[in-house]
């Protein structure tokens, strides 16, 4: 397992932005898949946007424009910018990694076609971001 810790989070206005990181504790580039996910009070977490092993990289619909995930392999973190955010975008985020990268094949978790457990097996203690109109 990789201990996974979140920063960034904080209160901005709608239209604001903010950078998130997830400090790993060991190689992420160990890692078949790394994601950002979220989670509103009262509803279900929600995948935000993921990186594989190959850089790939897939985002949610309500997001994709605004949201860019990254991982700086030199400093085993993962980012999440976020601009032009929205009231909806508020909720506790989370850092997960998938580790099992000698389980996939044809790719990692953001090649389409390539299969694998996609099994987040780690998951930091969240960050909490709050957008206010």
């Known amino acids: 397992q990789v201990q996974l810790v979140e920063s960034g989070g904080g209160s901005v206005q709608a239209g604001g932005s903010l950078r998130l990181s997830c400090s790993a504790s060991?190689?992420?580039?160990?890692?078949?898949?790394m994601a950002w996910f979220r989670q509103a009070p009262g509803q279900a977490r929600e995948e935000v946007a993921i990186?594989?092993?190959?850089?790939?990289?897939n985002y949610a619909d309500s997001v994709k424009g605004r949201f860019t995930i990254s991982q700086d392999k030199s400093k085993n973190t993962l980012y999440l910018q976020m601009d032009s955010l929205k009231p909806e975008d508020t909720g506790m985020y989370y850092c997960?990694?998938?580790?099992?990268?000698?389980?996939?094949?044809?790719?990692?978790?953001?090649?389409?076609?390539?299969?694998?457990?996609?099994?987040?097996?780690?998951w930091g203690q969240g960050t909490q971001v709050t957008v206010s109109s």
């Open positions: 997960a990694a998938d580790p099992s990268a000698h389980l996939y094949s044809g790719g990692y978790c953001a090649t389409p076609g390539a299969t694998g457990p996609r099994d987040f097996g780690s």
């Open positions: 060991r190689d992420i580039h160990m890692m078949a898949c």
């Open positions: 990186i594989d092993a190959d850089d790939k990289t």
